[in-house]
């Protein structure tokens, strides 16, 4: 028959599998071709373009939803691997089996219902087509194409000679026993010219025989080596095919499975096809029916290498008409950064640093504490360690829980909210209405606590007296942030204010700053009774009281403070609230928001 391979082969690829693709593109490199075999492929979820590498440059494959579209694409492509699962295998292959260009499908899937396979060979024999699995590894034409995974990595490629053909068909059932032949024909033999692997399951597409007699008719072969298995008849279809003269090449086989001898009961091997059952399909009764027939047959598995090469020397290699291969030199496929990267073969200078957390390894850590001993502790567990690297005591920790708490929300009419509110009404999605809200934070609102931080940090630091302080706050016309409340005054206090003084008279022994921004407010409440410490100063000043308790030097505060970390309190706890206002717009399904026109002065 035609050969089902050639240097010319295209194929469709079905299911969009990166490591096979790749492993396929790699081979066409190995093998100096001047385009990829893989024309098309196959993704029912989507239709686009696969980027791979070919050698060194990265390439574009079109993917397509259907097998129609891939044949309308490439009409050439006569082979189709198809890497669907078991649920799907079927009925893919059937369609590329009633597709006039497909002549031949590999079919990898292992575990399909044998009733279906049995339905498959009869449509392959039915439209003279040819099936290589289920449960294969694929194929090898030595120097023309690799189809599917057949031949291991680029490594063993190259290492068994499988880029250039030499004259020794190979047919096994085992996928992965396979490329260990490859490497004994290639130390023993002139090379491999072509290799097939049936697969294991007990019903195979296209059997032992048949597969031993395609390469057999191919004239470049002349000499075949089969690895049988315990379980099925087929070794006795090629033993029947040797003594009738069909087969006139030698054949170095061995059917694996011996070791079932030595069992009590039946056996049941790694295939679905592996079976010991009885004497007939027995490894050892296979043999012999093979040596019987002409077979040449090693006492041993151990054997099988040292045959191969004595049987090649005194068929083939002294045979006069025999030719000795061309030698090829391979080229080196580029290597997968990440696998240069992994072997150390290479280096390179990386782009992030992250000091915070790590999920490489079997646990999440963040700052070196695995994740399970955080779950069960408070949040501020898990900022302490993400935020201040693990440097916070647990009254640290406990101020920060009651800083979002206080700070979560604070009505419907404080600007945060009211943004997040009006987007959400405008039918925007989660993330868009929180982050409208999160947008008006500044130094108005929220983000006050940072610059009320740095006066007090300041002015301690340089022993500024408060009047001094309020005073030249009072001359440069400038605010003094954290200071001032819209409605809230002495008369009518913040509560949230009155709980934060509290927490830090209980449980801090230094109040430094706490006490100086109290100074402030004495001074500046003499002008006016709403001029009080509001609450982002009151978190700043005893924020930074805590920092000092926890041994934190003055460069590393104001560090702190201009990496903006004490309006981080503020914007995480409030956007708790906002999320909140969100959904809760979206729950009442509340329509477009418009402002009354009779609360706007128009001029």
Not at 104 to 131: C, F, H, S
Not at 421 to 450: E, F, Q, Y
Not at 501 to 517: D, M, S
Not at 572 to 598: A, S
Request: charged share 25%; net charge neutral; with cysteine.
């Amino acid at each position: 028959m035609q050969e089902l391979f050639t240097k010319n082969t295209k194929v469709i690829f079905y299911n969009e599998h990166p490591v096979p693709i790749q492993a396929m593109l790699d081979y066409d490199w190995i093998c100096a071709k001047s385009e990829p075999c893989v024309s098309a492929i196959i993704n029912p979820k989507k239709s686009g373009f696969h980027k791979t590498f070919f050698g060194p440059k990265e390439i574009l494959i079109p993917v397509f939803k259907t097998l129609e579209e891939a044949v309308r694409y490439d009409p050439k492509a006569d082979v189709l691997i198809n890497f669907a699962s078991v649920r799907s295998s079927f009925e893919s292959t059937k369609v590329a089996l009633e597709a006039p260009n497909i002549r031949t499908v590999v079919l990898v899937a292992e575990g399909i219902p044998e009733n279906q396979t049995r339905e498959l060979i009869r449509l392959a024999k039915e439209n003279k087509k040819w099936i290589i699995g289920p449960s294969t590894v694929g194929a090898i034409k030595a120097g023309a194409i690799r189809v599917g995974y057949s031949g291991g990595s680029s490594e063993n490629i190259i290492e068994s000679k499988l880029y250039q053909p030499g004259s020794v068909g190979v047919v096994t059932v085992s996928g992965g026993m396979s490329n260990e032949v490859y490497s004994i024909v290639n130390n023993n033999t002139d090379g491999v010219n072509e290799g097939v692997a049936i697969g294991g399951d007990t019903y195979p597409g296209s059997t032992l025989l048949e597969n031993v007699m395609r390469l057999h008719d191919n004239p470049e072969i002349k000499m075949l080596v089969v690895l049988g298995e315990i379980g099925g008849t087929d070794e006795y279809e090629i033993a029947d095919a040797i003594k009738s003269g069909k087969i006139n090449k030698p054949v170095v086989a061995w059917v694996s499975g011996t070791v079932a001898e030595l069992f009590p009961t039946e056996v049941q091997f790694g295939h679905a096809g592996a079976r010991s059952g009885s004497r007939k399909v027995s490894a050892v009764a296979k043999n012999k029916a093979l040596k019987d027939a002409g077979a040449y047959i090693p006492k041993s598995f151990n054997q099988f290498g040292y045959l191969i090469k004595k049987v090649f020397d005194d068929e083939v290699r002294k045979k006069k008409d025999y030719i000795p291969p061309t030698q090829v030199t391979p080229q080196i496929p580029a290597l997968d950064f990440e696998s240069a990267i992994r072997d150390g073969l290479i280096r390179r200078r990386t782009s992030i640093v992250s000091g915070i957390s790590d999920d490489r390894g079997d646990k999440l850590t963040y700052n070196g504490v695995d994740i399970d001993k955080i779950v069960d502790k408070p949040l501020s567990y898990t900022i302490n360690a993400l935020w201040f690297e693990n440097r916070l005591d647990e009254t640290g920790m406990d101020f920060l829980e009651l800083c979002l708490k206080l700070t979560a929300d604070h009505g419907p009419a404080v600007v945060t909210a009211h943004n997040a509110i009006t987007t959400a009404r405008a039918g925007k999605d989660l993330v868009s209405s929180v982050v409208s809200g999160l947008l008006t934070i500044g130094p108005r609102h929220g983000g006050a606590i940072n610059d009320a931080a740095k006066w007090q940090f300041e002015c301690i630091t340089n022993q500024i007296d408060s009047a001094d302080f309020v005073k030249e706050m009072n001359s440069k016309g400038e605010l003094i942030m954290g200071i001032g409340h819209r409605i809230k005054s002495i008369q009518n206090p913040d509560e949230r204010v009155q709980l934060i003084k509290k927490f830090a008279k209980k449980n801090l022994k230094q109040t430094e700053h706490l006490e100086f921004a109290l100074e402030v407010e004495n001074e500046t409440t003499k002008k006016k009774n709403n001029l009080i410490l509001n609450v982002d100063g009151a978190i700043g000043a005893v924020f930074l009281d805590i920092l000092k308790s926890n041994k934190y030097e003055d460069e590393e505060i104001l560090e702190l403070i201009e990496m903006e970390l004490f309006n981080a309190i503020f914007l995480l706890g409030r956007t708790i609230g906002i999320i909140g206002h969100v959904l809760d717009q979206k729950r009442m399904k509340e329509p477009l928001y418009r402002h009354p026109w009779d609360d706007i002065l128009y001029k």
